[in-house]
């Protein structure tokens, strides 16, 4: 048994795992032994390193659910989410109500990384909605930037949109047409001037062009941040149990991190 607030050596707990049980006051052991099962593995497979902010929402409440497991501490600079309106934080993930709910990261693309093509967003959804929304992202109004993931658009064929730094402009998207669910694990990842989308393990969008200018707005979840304000009409109704912000990962990253991440949603009972 892990201890919250208690750090244990010798046992098998990993230091970085146990820090998150501890901030996040993680009481329930198989959610403790998924955390720390989560997190051997990513650094098995050589992702963790490559991870900025990683959002797990296990504890139940928006106080669990806030914070960063890369750097669990309660602040702005540790990019732990602040949640705004009308949330339902739940043993199955945090839920936005769609019309006026939010959770900012703190994150800006602009200042935290250090180039514009080396970058990658991650969600996964347990609702199956057709809607008008930003699941996760930002963009500049000058130019309009995106940095962002933009699911199964109900006033777009349900399509779902991958942009990594890219203008505003449907041809510099990744895009996979008529996107049958919003179920699943989802991630947009830019490597050069590649940008892939994946779904589960499989990667079902390309596209090749320039890169743009990175954002220098906070990356949100549940709304578009649209130079620092919600943009009207993009406010998401999917439940998160899962999300990351963090550089370009490789194909063998993303399988891998699918992989990891599913068995962690296994373990909770909460898996798609």
Known sequence: MILAGTVITGIGIDANAQAFITAAGITDTTQQDAINTLVLQLKEKSIWSKLKAVYP???????????????????????????TGGWTHSSTGALPNGTNAYADSFFSPYTQYTVDDDAHLCFYSRTDTSIVSVDIGCTNSVGNY?????????????????????????????????????????????????TN????????????????????????????????????????????????????????????????????????????
């Open 57 to 83: 929402f296990v504890g139940g409440t928006a106080s669990a659910h806030k914070f960063n497991l890369i750097n669990p501490v309660d602040t702005n600079a540790g990019f732990r989410l602040t949640f």
């Open 146 to 194: 995106y940095h962002l993931l933009s699911i199964r658009r109900s006033d777009a064929g349900n399509n779902s949109y991958y942009g990594i730094n890219v203008s505003d402009a449907a041809a510099n998207f990744a895009v996979k047409s008529a996107d049958p669910t919003s179920r699943a694990f989802y991630l947009g990842t830019r490597t050069g001037t590649v």
């Open 197 to 272: 989308g994946w779904k589960n393990s499989t990667k079902d969008a390309t596209n090749t062009g320039a890169t743009s200018l990175r954002p220098n707005y906070n990356v949100w979840l549940g709304a578009q941040n649209y130079s620092g304000s919600p943009a009207a009409g993009f406010y998401s109704n999917r439940e998160y149990a899962f999300a990351s912000i963090g550089q370009g990962l490789t194909d063998t990253n993303v399988t891998d991190y699918y992989t990891a991440v599913q068995a962690y949603q296994t373990s909770l009972s909460r898996q798609i």
